[in-house]
């Protein structure tokens, strides 16, 4: 019975099987007994966008910041802002130098660059104090009696961090341990086991010295406790004893890392990396400076490309009232009326991109209001605040020559990229004396000197008369009775490697680094001269072109008042004067750009020289410390005067520098005069074409055959125009000046400006001009004012064009399904 139950089951269990066989394997998720049904530690993602837990306070000129100024929007108020007051804000808010380095005269704005940039890409306050606090890596280490390692070899060598980090490779360290061990082992000896409790500690204090050398003073203290006395009663006199020492121990290298020199290389090496950060912090500092008054006269122009823009636009308005007057006489045609009133909107087109910036083809890119904010970013304040900044300082038109051989030695001597390359080379000099120092065979002469005692028992002494090691004795006892002494001498000698290949590697890489140092110095001289030469050269073209577009404005000032009162009187078309009217506002524009280029030249030649800064009164110095810093460098003081000055007889460090920077009048003195070359001078004059009247058949000076006067060192371009500040108070003010009183203005309503002619100036045509032309000289002056009729109204700037100057809409054809 129990056999067939047997096999009743085991066929089950193969029937089982074979179903499980035929319908193959499925997987399953596991089985957890105490699974949870919230599963919060699954994680469906294992990467995605999370933000920082960081909490930074935004500056104010962020957050409450108004909308930007824009064509529809002009609530502000002037703020009339001085150059020096520019500067003085930039560097007070500057705690990130928003520029980039290097001495290029036109620099891109870094503002994009600095968003997705890192603290370390740019200049901050905080770098020469970061530079001063970097540390290496490589710890100072002891070995395992506490003394400091003696061989220095060349990883110290190339310091990378402060003077503070270099300086800490002498300072003293302090080690110690503390050490048992137990010993319970069978012996094949009477004695079945050998027992034994040992206990070892040790402290010592080691310091490197100026010369190379290590100096350590180590205490040790051994216990011991076994059953040697067991084995043999003569072995041991007690059961445990006690051992101190008192160890002093001096290394010195007596060739290689011998001396000061070798030794304080680390430390000169530092202070150089600080003065290579000081450099480049007043790169940085020069470069915003420099920065910040370029942005302010390009501000200045943008300025004067919106009065020139309102200007050409009047003058639009006042030539097609006069056509449309012409035209209602009878007189005038529909197209003459229509050619003036594109031109109208031709110069609002221009008026709106310069008040508020396009990026159209032929318009200001920036305008008004574009410039402003590029000063702001460079001010470190709020892009719009309610206020719009208009630079009230005049740009200079004085004539500036500057003494060639001075420049040039302010230039090489001021420069701080010249000062960042000297030190570099400093540095290579002596990277080249630690490379030297490698070859030589390192032999270390160490001296010990070892006090000892030991006892039955550690102490303190009891006055027993046991000798060591009897019961009772005591080892400070031993110890302070100075009986036991010990001393050891010991010379290692370690030539360098067959070959010394790796050594003289280092020697002639070293060599080479520095040969190629100094001719990367003679190279930046030569090319920092040729930028100097440049910019000189721009100085005095630019001037030059300031009075060639000054009288090209007179010129073209002429032209508009005979073409207008042709015009007036019927015997010139209306696109003669329009296109009159256009090259005089191109012309003022072209003036005004080129005494902004003048004035950014004079200030180049500053900035290349080095003295632009001094010229600015700026000054760069070590700020306060607080009380506490002073206090300990007193007590520092102190304590090294009442200290005795050790000669140590060995090299000392070379000078590595000459002193504090002095002033620019001490270039020539420092660098030389330079040197003239034996030739002819030749005039500005006779370098030009071979033009007639280049001779000086014109007249008793060099003429042209304009009779116009070529020489640009005569006399100083004096242009009596209105001071921006005198433009208005308010945007309605400056975007559409009133007419005075209710009459239209004629002409180009010019603020007045004057220019002192020579007889030799482009007389006016005679003949050509109406009553209100004199038969002298014509001089820059305001036209004369028609009373408007009533029923004819301006067109201004902030109100819509009258209909019938409006264009009608283009009729749209529709587009085919």
Request: hydrophobic share 35%; proline share 6%; charged share 20%.
């Amino acid at each position: 019975m129990k056999r067939s139950l047997l096999y009743r089951y085991t066929a089950y269990l193969q029937l089982g099987l074979a179903l499980l066989l035929a319908s193959g394997c499925a997987p399953t998720q596991p089985f957890f007994l105490n699974e949870s049904p919230d599963l919060k530690y699954y994680l469906q993602t294992a990467t995605q966008i999370e933000y920082p837990d960081v909490e930074v306070e935004s500056l104010p000129d962020t957050t409450q910041t108004l909308r930007p100024l824009t064509i529809g929007n002009h609530d502000y108020q002037f703020w009339n802002l001085q150059l020096e007051e520019a500067v003085s804000i930039a560097l007070a808010n500057a705690k990130f130098f928003v520029t980039t380095s290097g001495i290029a005269e036109q620099r891109q704005n870094v503002a994009d660059q600095f968003i997705s940039g890192t603290a370390d890409q740019f200049g901050s306050v905080y770098d020469v104090a970061i530079s001063q606090s970097t540390t290496q890596s490589v710890p100072l280490t002891v070995d395992a009696n506490g003394n400091r390692v003696l061989p220095r070899g060349v990883l110290r060598a190339n310091q990378v961090g402060g003077v503070e980090d270099a300086l800490a490779e002498f300072d003293a360290q302090a080690s110690g341990f503390l050490n048992y061990s137990n010993t319970d082992r069978p012996n094949n000896s009477p004695v079945a086991a050998t027992q034994a409790d040992d206990v070892t500690f040790q402290q010592a204090i080691s310091k490197r010295l100026a010369t190379g050398g290590v100096a350590t003073l180590r205490n040790q203290l051994v216990y011991s406790d076994n059953n040697l006395r067991d084995i043999a009663q003569n072995l041991r006199t007690v059961d445990s004893d006690y051992t101190v020492s008192i160890e002093a121990q001096v290394q010195q290298p007596l060739m290689r890392n011998r001396g000061t020199l070798i030794n304080r290389i680390p430390v000169v090496l530092a202070s150089l990396n600080e003065d290579v950060s000081i450099a480049e912090y007043e790169i940085q500092v020069r470069n915003l400076v420099r920065d910040v008054e370029v942005a302010y006269w390009d501000l200045y122009v943008a300025y004067r490309g919106v009065a020139t823009a309102i200007i050409g636009r009047n003058s639009a308005i006042a030539t097609a009232q006069f056509a449309r007057l012409a035209l209602e006489n009878g007189t005038g045609t529909r197209q003459e009326l229509a050619q003036a009133v594109e031109q109208y909107y031709q110069f609002r087109g221009l008026l709106e991109s310069a008040i508020a910036g396009s990026n159209l083809p032929g318009s200001d890119r920036q305008g008004v209001y574009g410039a402003e904010r590029r000063l702001r970013e460079l001010l470190g304040i709020s892009p719009t605040d309610g206020r719009l900044i208009r630079p009230i300082d005049e740009p200079t038109i004085a004539r500036v020559e500057h003494d060639w051989n001075e420049s040039v030695a302010q230039a090489l001597y001021l420069s701080p990229e010249l000062r960042q390359t000297k030190t570099r080379i400093k540095q290579q000099d002596l990277e080249l004396i630690s490379a030297k120092n490698q070859i030589l065979p390192e032999v270390n002469l160490s001296l010990l000197y070892r006090w000892v005692g030991v006892g039955d028992h550690l102490g303190p002494p009891s006055g027993s008369d046991a000798p060591p090691v009897f019961p009772g004795s005591s080892a400070l006892d031993t110890l302070t009775d100075g009986n036991f002494q010990e001393g050891a001498i010991r010379l290692e000698v370690t030539p360098a490697a067959f070959g010394a290949r790796r050594e003289l590697t280092r020697i002639r890489g070293a060599k080479l680094r520095l040969v190629r140092e100094r001719a990367n110095l003679q190279e930046k001289e030569r090319l920092l001269v040729s930028r100097l030469s440049d910019a000189v050269a721009k100085v005095s073209t630019h001037y030059q072109l300031v009075q060639t577009n000054a009288q090209r404005w007179q010129a073209a000032e002429q032209e508009v008042e005979a073409r207008l009162a042709e015009f007036k009187n019927g015997r010139s078309p209306v696109n003669v004067v329009l296109q009159s009217q256009q090259r005089k506002a191109q012309a003022q524009i072209d003036y005004y750009r080129a005494l902004g280029e003048y004035n950014k030249s004079l200030n180049y030649v500053d900035y290349l020289k080095g003295t632009m800064l001094a010229n600015n009164n700026i000054v760069l110095r070590e700020g306060p410390w607080n009380k506490k810093a002073y206090w300990d460098a007193l007590e520092r003081a102190r304590e090294r005067s009442a200290g005795k000055e050790l000669v140590y007889g060995v090299s000392r460090p070379g000078v590595v520098r000459t002193g504090p920077l002095r002033d620019a009048a001490s270039a020539s003195e420092i660098i030389g005069s330079g040197t003239m070359t034996h030739g002819q001078t030749l005039s500005p004059e006779s370098m030009m074409l071979n033009e007639p009247g280049l001779s000086g058949e014109y007249g008793d000076s060099i003429n042209d055959p304009l009779g116009i006067n070529l020489d640009p060192y005569r006399s100083p371009v004096e242009v009596n125009d209105q001071p921006l500040s005198e433009l208005g108070d308010s945007p309605a003010e400056l975007f559409s000046p009133a007419p005075a009183g209710s009459g239209l203005q004629e002409s180009v309503p010019t603020p007045a400006p004057t220019l002192e002619t020579t007889p030799n100036m482009i007389p006016t045509p005679q003949g050509q001009l109406d009553s209100t032309s004199t038969g002298q000289p014509s001089q820059w002056q305001s036209a004369r004012h028609v009373k408007q009729p009533a029923r004819v109204q301006p067109v201004n700037y902030d109100t819509p064009a009258p209909a019938e100057y409006a264009p009608a809409p283009v009729r749209r054809m529709a587009i085919p399904r």
